[in-house]
C-alpha cells in the first residue's frame, strides 16, 4: 500500500519541521521528491532521504518569489519529464492582535501561506493535466477551520487554502488530479516551540488524545492523500489534531 515508486514529488517547506517528514516519507515510499526551501536550506534534508536510500534534489526558493516557484517546476518538468505529487507546506505565522497587526504582517502571511498555493498549483496544473493525474496537498490548520485570537492573518490563509482547494478539486477532478488539504493541529515543530510554555500547556490541555502531534503524524496523512488509494478522495479536509477540533 501506499508505493510512490516513479512518481515526482515537490514538497514546500521541505527543510525542517512537518516538511522535512513529508518529504522523508513520500521519499521511502518510493518517490523523487524535490525539496524546496529558501538559500541551501532543504540540502540536510535531501543527505538524509539519500543516505536511507531514496531520491530527491533540493531546490533553492522563496515561495513568495512566483517567478522563481515557476523555475523550480520548469527545472523539475525538464529532468523528470513529469509532477505526481505537490506538497504546499511551506507556512510562516506574525501573530498580532488585529488592531496592533501591520499590513506587512498580513500581507507577509498570506503571500507565504495562500498565495504561494495558487502559485505552485497553476505551475503543476497544466503536466498534471497532460498526464491525466495527479495530487495536490495544502497544509492547513486547526486554526483555519476554529479561528485563534491574534492569528487573524494565519487564520485567513489557512481556511482560505481550503476555500481554494475545494474550488479547485471541482475544476480538475474529471482529469483524474484531486486536491486535498490537510489539517493540522498543535504538532511539535520549530513553529510551536516559538510559542511560549504557558500557551502550549493551555492549547495541549485542549488536545482528547492527550499529546501534541509529530510531524510524522501529518506526513502519514499527506502520504496517504498522495497516494494511488486516495484516488476516490477529492475536496477534502483531513484533520490530524488529536480530536482538539472534532
Ligand atoms: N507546527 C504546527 O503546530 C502546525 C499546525 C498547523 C499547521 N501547520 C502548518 O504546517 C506547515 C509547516 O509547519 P512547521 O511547523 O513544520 O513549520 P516550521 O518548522 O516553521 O517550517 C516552516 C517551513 O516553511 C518554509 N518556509 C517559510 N517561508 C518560506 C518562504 N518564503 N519560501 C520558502 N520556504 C519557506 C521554511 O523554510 P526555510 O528553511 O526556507 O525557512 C520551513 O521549511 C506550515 O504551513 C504551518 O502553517 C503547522
Redesign the pocket.
Known amino acids: 500500500m501506499f508505493d510512490l515508486s516513479g512518481k515526482v514529488a515537490i514538497v514546500?517547506?521541505?527543510?525542517?519541521?512537518?516538511?522535512r517528514a513529508v518529504a522523508t516519507l513520500l521519499a521511502a515510499r518510493g518517490a523523487h521528491v524535490i525539496a524546496?526551501?529558501?538559500?541551501d536550506?532543504a540540502a540536510p534534508t535531501v543527505a538524509a532521504i539519500h543516505g536511507a536510500g531514496g531520491g530527491a534534489e533540493a531546490a533553492s526558493?522563496?515561495?513568495?518569489d512566483s517567478g522563481a516557484v515557476e523555475a523550480v517546476v520548469a527545472g523539475a518538468l525538464a529532468r523528470h519529464g513529469r509532477i505526481d505529487i505537490l506538497v504546499n507546506?511551506?507556512?510562516?505565522?506574525r501573530d498580532q492582535l488585529l488592531l496592533r497587526m501591520k499590513r506587512d504582517d498580513w500581507d507577509q502571511v498570506i503571500a507565504?501561506?495562500l498565495t504561494a498555493a495558487f502559485v505552485f498549483a497553476q505551475a503543476v496544473l497544466r503536466p498534471m493535466i497532460r498526464q491525466r493525474g495527479g495530487r495536490i496537498v495544502s497544509?492547513?490548520?486547526?486554526?483555519g477551520q476554529t479561528g485563534n485570537a491574534g492569528q487573524a492573518n494565519y487564520a485567513a490563509s489557512?481556511a482560505g487554502l481550503i476555500g481554494f482547494s475545494r474550488a479547485l478539486a471541482r475544476e480538475v477532478a474529471s482529469r483524474h488530479v484531486t486536491v486535498n488539504v490537510v489539517a493540522?493541529?498543535?504538532?511539535d515543530?520549530?513553529?510551536?516551540r516559538a510559542i511560549s510554555g504557558q500557551a502550549q500547556g493551555d492549547w495541549a490541555a485542549q488536545i482528547p488524545l492527550g499529546r501534541l502531534g509529530d510531524?510524522a503524524d501529518v506526513a502519514a496523512a499527506v502520504c496517504f492523500l498522495a497516494s494511488d488509494e486516495a484516488s476516490y478522495i477529492t475536496g477534502q479536509v483531513l484533520a490530524v489534531n488529536g480530536g482538539m477540533y472534532m
Not at 524546496?36 to 538559500?39: D, H, K, N, P, S
Not at 507546506?89 to 505565522?93: H, L, Y
Open positions: 514546500t517547506g521541505a527543510s525542517r519541521g512537518i516538511g524546496a526551501a529558501r538559500g536550506h526558493v522563496d515561495v513568495t507546506n511551506a507556512g510562516i505565522t507565504t501561506n497544509i492547513s490548520s486547526v486554526v489557512k493540522p493541529g498543535l504538532i515543530t520549530d513553529m510551536t510531524a
